[in-house]
Every structure is written in structure tokens, then in C-alpha cells.
């Protein structure tokens, strides 16, 4: 097992690309992609990888058992329903560290355990399955299915239960992904001083608040996120690990022991592997995310890159690129063609730009080099045959 570079960070995560985030509908990942993933979540610094589901079986089990002796220093998890049958898969797997899941809302509890007294079935249904986990040497974490819709009581003497059993790691899930975080600070506070455990945080982002909400539960004394890498996930995902370690690092100074320069080739192979494309704009790891166009901020990153920049993009293994394109202006048209090794004179500058203004629109695309290169001899040749007085273009005002 190789020695782990972060020893303590304040933050620490469960991936669960592996196993939440193929959940997705249409991802299935082979055990070759699986094992490669896990492989690049080890060496960023991730310090659990949730990586299937065991009991499924097949190539899911294949995947789980070479992934555990894959020699990572991460902790190899496999998800397991409240079921000794779950159990027995993972070891079957040869993992040491299961989390067992049990519904906690009443309208999961019914549907899974009966109306009547389900809520004393899913209790022992979990201690149970808990104990023959133990009872294997396994190391185990329990996890509470739609806690955002639950009677918090009942979340609270569960895990008190779990508690004297020696399982301390909790994690709580929105399931659905209905928290919002001002009120999720309040709820989650609430409950991490009433249970002392080291609660996860488990968000959806069915409302676009995983990341946000992941963040209100470490405010409110979570100490374990879960994520999936670009926020793949059931529906509209999860949280996503980039997003998360940034936001946490940058927002609230909190440390998670994860390298951030390998998060772009994580996403990128996630992407790859789960055939959706990373999206341009993607938060964090999308292509444009350092991009600029318009006149005014490219201007100004020219001069001074934080000015439109929350963090460098070498920090995310990501670039700097300037578009020319429909809002450019003349620093960014200056600076492209400095790059470019063009010798453009500046009063052609003008015409140059009103060039390249009309060919991204005329083209749905900024021009290549090839075309900057002919908009270049066109403007140049016209000027020379003209009476040499360009158009001056007048400054397009940009919504900063
Ligand atoms: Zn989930």
C-alpha cells in the first residue's frame, strides 16, 4: 500500500463515480475503464472509492475485485443493500470495507419493509446485515436512503444504535436531491451535534444544488463529501468532485487531501468512458471555462490573469486560451496575432477585427488560423488599394 501524501485533511471524500455515477442512465463502464478510474482517483488523493455494487455479480464483481487488488491507497468500497446476501458478495469480492444502505424516509420504508412496523424491520434489517459484515472482519460505513424526506428522530436513533456497534462513519443521503443549503446548515447542524459520528454528506443535483448543499454540510460539521467525477450520476447527478474540492478549497479554505491538477484528466476520462462528452462549460474542468472572448476581460486576464479568474487553470490541469471571435477586442486581437507570428500594422487593427467579427458570425465558429490568415491579406490588400482610411470600429460595450 503506498503512503498516503495528505495525512489529515479537514474534508475527506467518497468517490462514488464507480457506482453511483455508472448508475446513470446508459453509462456502463468495462472492468479495464473501471480499474483505470479508480487508479486516477487513488493518485489525486481520494481517500474512498465506493466502486460497485457486489451483489450485482459478473463483470461488476470482476471490476470490484481487481479494483481491491489494485494495490491503491484508498479504501475499496463495495455498496451493499441491508442484506446478508450483500455481504457475503463482497467478500466474495475480497473487499474489507462495505457501506450498507437501509431507506430512512417512511415512504422508502413502506415501499421496502411494509407500512406496518417497517420502520423496526429496517432497523434490524440493517443491524443485522451490519453485524455479519463485522462478523467478516469487514470495515463498515451505513447510509441512510432519502434522510432528506425522513423523520430526523428516526435517523438519529439509528445511527445512535450503529454507534454502539462501532460503526461511526455515517453517510446521509439526499437522495432525491431536495435540500437547499441554507436550510441543510441548519437541519445537518442539528444533527451532527446530536450524533457524534463522521457524517457524509451524499447530494443530488436534481435542483443544481449538490455542490452547494455538499458545502452547507461541511459548514454545518460533516467531515466526509461524497462525489462523483463531473457529477455523474442518476438523474441529474451529484455532487461533483472537481466542483466540491475546488469550492471547498477556494470558498471555505478547507483542505480534502485531493490534487487538484489531476481533476481535468479525471473528468476527461470519465467523460470518455461514460461517452458524455464534457460539456465546454462545464465548472472547473470544461474546455471554456478559461476561455475569454469579449474585449473587456480579455483585456483585463491579459493584464492581470485573477481578474477574470477564480483560481489559475494550471491548478486544475486545465489552460488559458483566448478566443478570437465576435467580442474580441483589440488587446485580445493584438495579442493572438502577436502569438500567431502575424505582422499586422495598427491601423489596420480596425478592419482587421470588424473582419473577424463577421466571419465567427457568418460561421457559427471564431476563425482558425488558416482564415485569420487570409482576413489578414484581405484587410491588407484592400487598405492598400483603398485610400488607406479605415473604418474605425467603435468600441462594443461588454456586460462585465
Ligand atoms: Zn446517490
Known amino acids: 500500500m503506498q503512503e498516503r501524501r495528505e495525512t489529515d485533511p479537514a474534508v475527506r471524500v467518497t468517490d462514488c463515480t464507480l457506482r453511483d455515477g455508472e448508475q446513470a442512465p446508459g453509462v456502463a463502464f468495462t472492468v ?20 460497485g455494487c457486489p451483489a450485482m455479480g459478473g463483470a461488476e464483481a470482476r471490476a470490484l475485485a481487481a479494483t481491491a ?30 457501506h450498507v444502505c437501509v431507506p430512512a424516509s417512511d415512504g422508502h420504508v413502506a415501499r421496502t419493509f411494509g407500512a406496518d412496523g417497517g ?6 434489517t440493517l443491524l443485522d446485515a451490519v453485524a455479519h459484515a463485522q462478523d467478516h472482519g469487514l470495515a463498515v460505513s451505513a447510509g441512510f436512503e432519502d434522510a432528506s424526506r425522513a423523520d430526523d428522530g428516526f435517523v438519529v436513533d439509528l445511527a445512535g444504535e450503529l454507534g454502539t456497534r462501532g ?47 455538499t458545502l452547507a454540510a461541511v ?26 474540492v475546488m469550492a471547498l478549497r477556494h470558498l471555505l479554505q478547507v483542505e480534502t487531501g485531493v490534487l487538484s491538477p489531476g481533476l481535468r484528466i479525471l473528468a476527461l476520462q470519465v467523460a470518455a468512458a461514460s461517452r458524455r462528452p464534457l460539456p465546454a462549460g462545464k465548472a472547473v474542468v470544461g474546455s471554456a471555462v478559461f ?27 486545465g489552460r488559458r486560451r483566448l478566443v478570437l471571435g465576435k467580442h474580441a477586442g483589440r488587446a485580445g486581437l493584438r495579442h493572438v496575432l502577436r502569438s500567431s507570428g502575424i505582422d499586422v500594422e495598427e491601423h489596420a487593427l480596425a478592419p482587421l477585427l470588424a473582419a473577424v467579427r463577421e466571419h465567427h458570425t457568418a460561421h457559427k465558429r ?22 488607406g482610411a479605415a473604418p474605425d470600429i467603435p468600441a462594443r460595450p461588454q456586460v462585465a
Open 32 to 51: 479495464a475503464e473501471k480499474v483505470a478510474i479508480a487508479r486516477l482517483l487513488d493518485a489525486a488523493g481520494v481517500q474512498r472509492i465506493e466502486a
Open 69 to 98: 487488488d489494485a494495490g491503491l491507497a484508498a479504501r475499496v468500497v463495495g455498496w451493499c443493500r441491508a442484506d446478508r446476501r450483500d455481504i457475503r458478495a463482497a467478500v466474495a469480492c475480497g473487499l474489507v470495507e462495505v
Open 119 to 124: 420502520r423496526d424491520r429496517a432497523r434490524r
Open 167 to 213: 460503526v461511526r462513519h455515517l453517510r446521509w443521503a439526499d437522495t432525491v436531491g431536495l435540500l437547499e443549503p441554507l436550510g441543510a446548515r441548519e437541519r445537518l447542524g442539528g444533527l451532527a451535534r446530536q450524533v457524534d459520528a463522521d457524517w457524509e454528506i451524499h447530494a443530488h443535483d436534481d435542483f443544481g444544488l449538490a455542490t452547494a448543499n
Open 219 to 244: 459548514r454545518a460539521g460533516f467531515r466526509w463529501v461524497s462525489t462523483t467525477v463531473g457529477g455523474l450520476g442518476e438523474r441529474a447527478g451529484n455532487a461533483a468532485l472537481e466542483e466540491v
Open 291 to 317: 476561455a475569454h472572448e469579449s474585449g473587456i476581460h480579455t483585456k483585463g486576464v491579459l493584464a492581470t490573469p485573477g481578474a477574470y479568474e477564480p483560481f489559475p487553470p494550471e491548478e486544475v490541469g
Open 366 to 387: 471564431p476563425p482558425r488560423l488558416a482564415d485569420l490568415r487570409a482576413l489578414v491579406e484581405r484587410v491588407v490588400r484592400s487598405q492598400g488599394s483603398g485610400d
